[in-house]
C-alpha cells in the first residue's frame, strides 16, 4: 500500500482532539494545593475550557481509580501499591497538600460530566493483564457529553481496545529511549520496537501521542506526514517545547502553565 492511500487513513472524527490544548492530569498547580489527577484539577480544567488527560490504576477489587503512580508513595501520606488497596480505601486516602481524594474512574466521569473532552491513560507493567483495560472500558461504554479518547504505552492495550471497544479512538504513547523505571524490565529488543512503532500494524493506533522533546524522529513524523494521524505531544511545560510542539504535532498536552 502506497503513502498515498495510506494519507489520511485513520478516523475523521478528532478534530477535537487537536482543536485546543489538553491539561497535563488536569489544570494542576502544586503550589496551589490543587494536585495531578485531582477533582480540584479537573475542575480548573473545566473551568478554564481545556480538555482533561488523566491516568487510569487498577484497585484490588477490579476498579479503575484516577492515579498516575503504580505507588501512593509521592502523592499520599500512604505506602505500597495501588494495586493493593480497594477502591472504597483509597477514595479515602487524601492526596498530599490538599482535601482532595483518589476517584474511581466513574466518579471521575460524572464530576466532569461531558463538559470538556477527556484522554485516558491506562497505565500498564506490560505483563499482558487486561483487566484494568476491560475495566476503563465498561466505565467509558455509559459516559456521555464531549468525547473521550483512550491511549497507552502499552501497544498490547491499543490492540486489545481495538477488539474491546472499536469505536473508541484509540492511541499510543511513546518516546525515543524508554530509560525510565517503570520500562526496566523490558528487553532491549522491545524497547526498541516500541520507539520505533514497530506493532503498528497490530495496535493501529487513530492517534500518536509523542514526547516533545523526541519529535524530530521519524515514527512521528511518518504517522503525522504519511498516514495523516493525529500527533499529539507531552509534556509541554517551557516556551521551547511549546515553540517545538507547535512545529512538528498538532496539538500538546501541557502542564505549569496557560496557554
Known amino acids: 500500500?502506497?503513502?498515498?492511500?495510506?494519507k489520511n487513513a485513520g478516523r475523521t472524527d478528532l478534530g477535537w482532539l487537536v482543536a485546543k490544548p489538553i491539561a497535563h492530569r488536569g489544570l494542576h498547580d502544586l503550589a496551589a494545593g490543587v494536585i495531578e489527577n485531582s477533582p480540584s484539577a479537573a475542575t480548573a480544567a473545566i473551568a478554564g475550557g481545556f480538555g482533561i488527560e488523566c491516568d487510569v490504576q487498577l484497585t484490588a477489587d477490579g476498579e479503575a481509580v484516577v492515579f498516575h503512580d503504580f505507588v501512593l508513595?509521592?502523592?499520599?501520606?500512604?505506602?505500597?501499591?495501588?494495586?493493593?488497596?480497594?477502591?472504597?480505601?483509597?477514595?479515602?486516602i487524601t492526596l498530599k497538600g490538599?482535601?482532595?481524594?483518589?476517584?474511581?474512574?466513574?466518579?471521575?466521569?460524572d464530576l466532569i460530566g461531558g463538559r470538556v473532552p477527556?484522554?485516558?491513560?491506562?497505565?500498564?507493567?506490560?505483563?499482558?493483564?487486561l483487566a484494568l483495560t476491560?475495566?476503563?472500558?465498561?466505565?467509558?461504554?455509559?459516559?456521555r457529553g464531549h468525547p473521550i479518547v483512550i491511549k497507552s504505552f502499552d501497544p498490547?492495550?491499543?490492540?486489545?481496545?481495538?477488539?474491546?471497544?472499536?469505536?473508541?479512538?484509540r492511541g499510543i504513547v511513546a518516546m525515543n529511549a524508554y530509560d525510565y523505571g517503570d520500562y526496566d524490565k523490558l528487553s532491549a529488543d522491545r524497547k526498541h520496537?516500541?520507539?520505533?512503532?514497530?506493532?503498528?500494524?497490530?495496535?493501529?493506533?487513530?492517534?500518536?501521542?509523542?514526547k516533545v522533546t523526541?519529535?524530530?524522529?521519524?515514527?512521528?513524523?511518518?504517522?503525522?506526514?504519511?498516514?495523516?494521524?493525529?500527533?499529539?505531544?507531552?509534556?509541554?511545560?517551557?516556551?521551547?517545547?511549546?515553540?517545538?510542539?507547535?512545529?512538528?504535532a498538532d496539538q500538546m498536552v501541557f502542564e505549569g502553565f496557560r496557554p
Not at 500500500?1 to 495510506?6: E, P, Y
Request: net charge negative; aromatic share 6%.
Open 1 to 6: 500500500m502506497s503513502a498515498g492511500t495510506l
Open 73 to 92: 508513595d509521592r502523592l499520599t501520606g500512604e505506602a505500597g501499591e495501588v494495586v493493593a488497596r480497594k477502591a472504597a480505601e483509597l477514595n479515602s
Open 98 to 109: 490538599s482535601s482532595d481524594r483518589i476517584l474511581t474512574l466513574s466518579a471521575f466521569l
Open 118 to 129: 477527556l484522554v485516558i491513560e491506562i497505565k500498564s507493567r506490560f505483563d499482558g493483564d
Open 134 to 143: 476491560k475495566r476503563t472500558v465498561e466505565v467509558v461504554a455509559g459516559y
Open 156 to 169: 498490547a492495550i491499543v490492540s486489545a481496545l481495538r477488539e474491546l471497544a472499536p469505536e473508541i479512538p
Open 193 to 210: 520496537a516500541l520507539a520505533n512503532l514497530l506493532h503498528f500494524t497490530e495496535s493501529r493506533p487513530d492517534f500518536i501521542s509523542w
Open 214 to 248: 523526541d519529535l524530530d524522529s521519524a515514527a512521528p513524523y511518518l504517522c503525522r506526514n504519511a498516514l495523516g494521524l493525529p500527533l499529539m505531544s507531552w509534556t509541554v511545560r517551557t516556551p521551547e517545547e511549546r515553540q517545538r510542539a507547535a512545529a512538528m
